[in-house]
């Protein structure tokens, strides 16, 4: 049997090479066309409802040269048999097609143009029934399939099997995360099958839901799609969205951390935790250790929204745990750190109120991770000036809502680190830089130093 030898040479030429178009005749319905990968070498590919009694009709570039046909199979061109039942009428030039499908080159003018044609009537879906399997995972359903909907397969000019999607839609319920709301909302989501043999995967529904088959895409095309819709399948799958959010404290004696982006810093640490979860999380908690990897649990808390305060130096990880009824899925969140430093305590011995507002005018300690704290500051009589319960706090230079004379003031200072170090301070406080205008409780001494410079406070 004579075949025609379609070169590497030729096939890159058609690269190059505008595409062309076949036109049918003697159809029982339209014609689909599809383009295919510019690496298949093809023109075109035409799905046709059959092939049987059709004609393809190709019209040449210019007048006075007959084309040429051939037709390849699953070889490819390099093994394309000529056609020689060819009619001519001026510059087009007509076939009848083989009833199946076959790949055409047609030679015009030392250009070839290479189609694909398939008969749909050896391929015709045919969907039955979709019922899901009993064995489910936790990512994946599997739903058996009654009917017909294999692969159609083409070929390139090489001979290169590629894969004529049916673009069937399976179509069903699942449930998306609201980020923002955290909350999850149900939503419609499809998948494209591109053939089924006996099952089908999508993947698995986080809310109860029915699974419908439509196509294929020829059938929908023609306007007689089929549709087969399976029964309702209980949600397994276990999905969560988590967040954690640190409420800061803006205090300016208090040592920031360098890094501002990680969780924690300086104790007490405030965090809130937040999880939104998927229908079948039956089971669910916020899980807290000193191992990252989890051996030990230090606690465990169910509540989906959880406020906790961490007062202990040293790293925390934390992560957010759910599961189904029975326990086979299962969601983990990713490990949040929260790492509490080391305490630090440290006292200036001077300020200057009353002078320039706004710059060094309350006496305030510099502090990280102080959890209790209690500072009493007296003037040298031994009268109590103030009492601070929190690091966070200041002095003013008042008392009793006056302002005291320039002088020595002195503090003690009973305190306790994150890290369990213990603070037994007491020291000295000047305050410089102003004159005396009343009298405070205990104290006719206006002598001071108001003449003194109005320089920072220095820590000792």
């Not at 090479?17 to 036109?23: M, Y």
């Not at 083989?98 to 879906?125: K, L, P, S, T």
């Amino acid at each position: 049997m004579k075949r025609v030898l379609i070169t590497a040479l030729a096939a890159l030429t058609y690269a190059y090479v505008a595409a062309a178009a076949l036109s049918f005749g003697n159809t029982a319905k339209p014609v689909i066309t599809i383009t295919p990968e510019t690496t298949s070498g093809l023109d075109a590919i035409y799905a046709l409802w059959t092939t049987e009694g059709v004609t393809a009709s190709y019209t040449a570039e210019a007048s006075g040269t007959n084309a040429t046909w051939a037709r390849y199979s699953n070889l490819g061109g390099a093994y394309a048999e000529p056609i020689t039942n060819v009619s001519y009428s001026g510059r087009q030039s007509t076939i009848t097609l083989d009833a199946r499908d076959m790949g055409y080159i047609i030679e015009d003018g030392g250009r070839q143009h290479c189609f694909w044609i398939v008969n749909y009537a050896d391929h015709a879906a045919r969907l039955e029934s979709l019922a899901p399997d009993a064995e489910q995972d936790c990512d994946r359903v599997t739903l058996s399939f009654a009917g017909y909907a294999d692969r159609i397969t083409y070929y390139s000019i090489n001979g290169r099997a590629a894969e004529l999607s049916r673009q069937m839609t399976l179509e069903y319920k699942t449930l998306v995360c609201d980020e923002e709301a955290m909350t999850y909302n149900q939503t419609t989501t499809t998948e494209e099958i591109d053939h089924i043999t006996t099952t089908l995967s999508a993947p698995a529904p986080l809310c109860d839901t029915e699974f419908t088959l439509t196509g294929d895409r020829f059938l929908s095309k023609w306007g007689i799609a089929q549709s087969i819709t399976s029964p309702s399948i209980a949600a397994h799958a276990v999905a969560a969205h988590t967040k954690a959010e640190q409420q800061l404290r803006e205090v300016e004696n208090e040592q920031k951390p360098s890094d501002s982006e990680s969780l924690g810093g300086s104790a007490p640490c405030e965090i809130t935790f937040t999880a939104a979860v998927s229908d079948a999380a039956i089971f669910h908690e916020w899980q807290m250790a000193k191992d990252p990897d989890f051996g030990i649990l230090d606690n465990t808390f169910t509540d989906l929204e959880l406020a906790y305060t961490f007062q202990d130096q040293g790293t925390t990880y934390v992560r957010f745990r759910a599961a189904n009824a029975d326990g086979t899925c299962e969601y983990l969140s990713d490990t949040y750190q929260v790492f509490v430093g080391e305490s630090d305590l440290k006292c200036p011995n001077a300020f200057s109120p009353f002078t320039s507002p706004g710059v060094n005018d309350e006496w305030r300690v510099s502090y990280k991770s102080i959890i209790t704290f209690e500072c009493h500051i007296f003037n040298k009589w031994g009268t109590k000036m103030a009492t601070l319960t929190d690091p966070s706090q200041g002095w003013d230079g008042r008392y009793a809502g006056k302002e005291v004379p320039a002088g020595v003031y002195y503090y003690v200072i009973n305190a306790e680190g994150a890290d369990g170090k213990q603070y037994k301070l007491s020291g000295d406080i000047n305050i410089i830089g102003y004159s005396y205008k009343g009298d405070a409780a205990g104290s006719d001494d206006t002598s001071g130093d108001a003449g003194a410079a109005d320089t920072p406070a220095t820590a000792e």
